[in-house]
């Protein structure tokens, strides 16, 4: 070796590759300390995609039809898009830590293996503290522009949601979206608290009718989904029981949801009291079928009645929220 020659390059060469290293290992260091703020920044849609946004839907098809049922006849903007939105950091924060908690099982799923903890796209510990924050900014937020009460649920919702649902029932009794599903019911509640500041009985009504529908829908997927299940070690309902078994349960809870439905039209005009008849003739109908085509032995399709459920739900709570805009005389006015 030449004097003034170093390991690796000789001359200009060899200055070239050290300045490279040294550039290289500038930007490696300078990568090892990002932060949370600039990971959110760089993947904005994978941490959208952890709040589940289909899901929320679920949020605005139950609050908005509450709130305007609550201030019946009256339709207060400001307080709608407040509640919705301190409502959708709720949700988000809720659907994010379930993301937490069942990134082992996202993995096995095919349906969640996309999702972005099972893909190692958003690092876990990164996640929960952006559902954490979600929750704390949701409760402060329907504090200071709706009242405490509502922040309080919010609170309790994603409590019991993480705790109660993800990480007690789930992997644990097949009744875990029963009980579990409480959780997307909450909603309604919260609406209704946003407008009176308090819990009504039509607010317990909607509640239920959410509550019910829950396990239909989801068993529904879950049939379609089962050896997803069961590879994660979920014992769903459709994994542990029979199909006749499962769709007998999904047509006692259609009816259960479609007779709360009919619960609530005392409180409710002529629009919502037909479309709630209508509709639930319709998904009563579908549960039915599938019901008679697993005892047949035919080929079912139960994907169909999950998909349709969510339009059923829709119709439903349009009809509430178009009925209370209107304002007419309420159908239990004509009794009492």
């Known amino acids: 070796m030449r004097i003034g020659q170093q390991p690796g390059g000789s001359g200009a060469h060899g200055s070239s590759a050290t300045a490279h290293d040294t550039s290289a290992s500038a930007t490696a260091q300078a990568g090892k300390g990002d932060g949370v703020v600039s990971r959110v920044l760089r993947r904005p849609l994978a941490y959208i995609a952890l709040t ?37 950091m709720g949700a988000a924060s809720a659907n994010t830590l379930n993301c937490v908690a069942d990134a082992d099982i996202d993995k096995v799923m095919k349906r969640t293996a996309k999702r972005p903890l099972a893909r190692e796209a958003v690092p876990t510990s990164h996640a929960a503290i952006f559902g954490v924050t979600l929750g704390i900014a949701s ?26 649902y993800t990480l007690g029932l789930k992997r644990r009794t097949s009744q875990n979206v029963v009980w579990g599903g409480a959780a997307g019911c909450m909603p309604a509640l919260v609406g209704w608290s946003a407008v009176t500041g308090g819990i009504g009985w039509p607010a317990i009504a909607l509640f239920g009718v959410i509550f019910f529908w829950t396990p239909p829908h989801t068993w529904a997927l879950a049939m379609r989904y089962k050896e997803d299940y069961r590879a994660a070690g979920v014992p769903m309902l459709p994994v542990v029981a029979t199909e006749q078994a499962v769709t007998k349960q999904i047509v006692i809870y259609t009816w259960l949801t479609v007779l709360t439905t009919l619960a609530l039209v005392p409180a409710t005009g002529v629009v919502y009291a037909a479309v709630a008849l209508v509709a639930g003739a319709w998904f009563l109908l579908m549960a039915h079928q599938l019901y008679s085509g697993v005892r047949r032995g035919e080929s079912v399709k139960p994907l169909r009645l999950f998909l349709q459920s969510n339009n059923y739900l829709a119709v439903v709570f349009c009809g509430l929220a178009v009925d209370s805009v209107l304002g007419w005389d309420t159908v239990g006015s004509f009794f009492g």
């Open 52 to 88: 589940k946004p289909r899901v929320i839907e679920l949020l605005l098809v139950a609050t908005i039809p509450t709130m305007l049922l609550a201030d019946r006849g009256t339709v207060d903007i400001r307080l709608i898009l407040v509640t919705l939105f301190g409502g959708w």
């Open 139 to 164: 409760f402060g937020w329907l504090w200071w522009q709706a009242n405490l009460l509502s922040g309080v649920l919010v609170v309790a919702t994603i409590l019991f949601y993480v705790f109660v």
